[in-house]
């Protein structure tokens, strides 16, 4: 039976390096090809720097049980996320891409859902997420992206109003942007404004399509003196390319640039009570 969405072909950019979980991976991949309504029609499968042997078997197994083709392309000193979705999207046969971590999982009707809204003339639409921590049965927080292209762009001036693991886009409409530039931990939110500031037509789709994988040590990478630089620098460039106004500028530089600094601890805190609004107690 025919699905709406399953005649527009689009490629899913998957990037794997040396520290991701074989079983992790194995799950992301399953989950984003062979158990969705609307599979994409292949996979580009970015190995970005040396694989140790687990993570290269797993590969191996994946792709030999896959239901689409798999390209991979492997880059021999690992160059960062930027640069292997930069290289990866060079390498996609389709204008439609979609984004997927290697340690997250897709449910099921992801695709069909955003490839619906791709079809209407979207240039880029993310959706919310589930995070869970070890179980992915146990969620413990929901992002609700915001909706609507005012609501995104008035939110983009202080904030990613995007779950990166989660859009799917027009590489005409990233290439277009100028495509990933590696800025710290938010390449993403970088592409993201210059997309929204270049007239990309963009929203989000608010339910959890995706289950996020929150990691040890995911709260202290976002704190810093390496971190703060690349605030710093992400909120030049907002402001230098006329997105974000001087008044702006101060605000996201005092209250995100003090986020920086602030213990592991606080951060979590303030993230969760400020941030992360959609946070949902743990349940059994």
């Known amino acids: 039976m025919s699905r709406e969405g399953e005649n527009t072909p689009f490629s899913l950019l998957l990037p794997v390096y040396g520290k991701d979980n074989p079983e992790h991976f194995r799950r992301a991949f399953t989950s984003s090809v062979n158990t969705q309504t609307v ?5 580009v499968l ?15 197994d994946v792709v030999s049980s896959s239901k689409v083709p798999v390209r991979i392309v492997r880059i021999s000193d690992r160059g960062g996320l930027a640069n ?20 997250d999982i897709s449910l099921p009707d992801r695709f069909e859902r955003q ?34 292209s005012e609501a995104i762009a008035a939110y983009a001036r202080f904030h990613d109003p995007f779950n990166h693991p989660t859009v799917m886009y027009r590489r005409e409409a990233v290439l277009a942007a100028g495509g990933y530039e590696e ?34 040590g995911a709260y202290a990478r ?25 008044l702006q500028f101060a605000r996201n530089i005092t209250v995100r640039g003090l986020y920086r600094f602030v213990p592991v601890a606080v951060r979590k805190t303030l993230y969760r009570s400020i941030i992360h609004r959609n946070f949902l107690d743990r349940t059994s």
């Open 183 to 216: 800025i710290g931990l938010m390449e993403d939110y970088w592409l993201f404004a210059r997309m929204i500031h270049s007239g990309a037509r963009v929203d989000n789709i608010p339910d959890p399509l995706v289950m996020y994988r929150v990691g040890a």
């Open 46 to 60: 970015v190995e970005d720097g040396q694989l140790p042997a687990s993570l290269a078997s797993a590969i191996t």
């Open 84 to 103: 292997a979705l930069t290289v990866g999207l060079d390498a996609c046969s389709n204008d439609v891409v979609a984004r997927m971590d290697a340690d």
């Open 222 to 246: 976002r704190g810093g003196v390496k971190q703060f630089q690349a605030e710093w620098s992400l909120q030049r460039a907002l402001r230098r390319s006329g997105f974000t106004s001087r």
């Open 115 to 148: 490839l619906e809204r791709m079809r209407a003339g979207l240039d880029m639409v993310g959706t919310g997420m589930f995070e869970f921590a070890d179980d992915s049965s146990i969620v413990i927080g929901r992002r609700t992206p915001p909706i609507g």
């Open 39 to 43: 599979p994409p029609s292949e996979v």
